[in-house]
């Protein structure tokens, strides 16, 4: 059977659709490297492909969303063809895919919330989105949360399955415990201790504002000497979260590092208090699992699916209210016995979400 992998919307694997890209073949096994091939643009010939040999078709097609959506609707069917793929996987379903399938077996990957990433999109492009999902094949949802609001839209269940992703443990790991005071990750050096949040300053829902102001009142109640960390690439929202930071009373105690590699996250965690997630619509969460297997305590959001992709091994809180994310953030500092449950249940939990079961049901999926 010859799979093929659309790269296409992924913007270079720095978004969760590229992301999940990289991890799959990563994680598949090298015998299956002749069956499965990636295609997209020729700048991302060497982005997808790990080091293994797996094949990389180039398609001519600008660089630009506009541009690849047009290829889908217009060349993706004759190029299908010519390839021979026995089926596709679309891993950026809410930024490219086909209405129709022709002569393949199209696999949509869900890894966000499709509804919410097609608000913002003209009706026209929304409108071929969800018929795109309506005829194609099969679809894997990362949550049962995101499977839910497909459903919502009108997408049948029955061809929607859940297969939650996987966390690389390769690189999020417990680390032995760390005495330094400057945790060095080039170019920079942070001050512990900290509290990190990580995530791309992209949207109000992700509730940055909300937490500068509950740090705000940690800090005021304990006069500790604790910092926060925003780790994630500039977004739409940016603007204001810069200048909430700025304009706060505790600014100097407020880092924003701009994007951060997956390769550098894993130390920035493990030298962390606590992980904070207060978004209020994330389909997916990775990054409280990557936490957890680092080792460090996570507080998140009670909302979306967080509940879900954390279990009974984290904190939840309604984080539309900054006080009550800084009564956590008290409760985490000062409970110890409270702490050391959290990092044990967490590493425990976070084990149970792997890459190679991800590709390995994902790969059976297909072919039955």
Known sequence: MKIGIDTLGCNHAKSGFGAYILYFTSNLSEELNDELELFGTEVDRYTYTSGKEIVYESVNVKDTLKAQRAWHKEKVHKFIKKRNYDAVIYPAVSKVLPQKFKNHTGIAIANSIVSADLQDEPKSVSKRIIKGLKNVQKIIAASQFIKEDLEKI?????????????????????????????????????????FIYASSLSSPTKHHIELIKAFELFKEKTGLPHRLVLAGNDGDYAEKIHKAAFESKYATDIFLTGFFPAESIAKLYSGAEACLFPSVNEGVGLPILEAMACGIPV????????????????????TDLPEEIAENLIKIVEDKNLREKLVFDGIVW?????????????????TN
């Open 350 to 366: 976070a084990g149970e979400f792997n890459w190679e079961n991800t590709v390995k049901n994902t790969l059976k999926l297909i």
């Open 154 to 194: 009108g997408i049948d269940g029955s061809k929607i399955t859940v297969i939650h992703n996987g966390i690389d443990h390769k690189l999020f790991f417990p680390e032995a415990e760390l005495l330094n005071e400057l945790v060095e990750i080039s170019p920079f050096a942070i001050k512990r201790p900290y």
């Open 299 to 318: 507080i998140a959001s009670e909302k979306g699916a967080l509940k879900e992709m954390g279990g009974t091994s984290a904190m939840y809180c309604n």
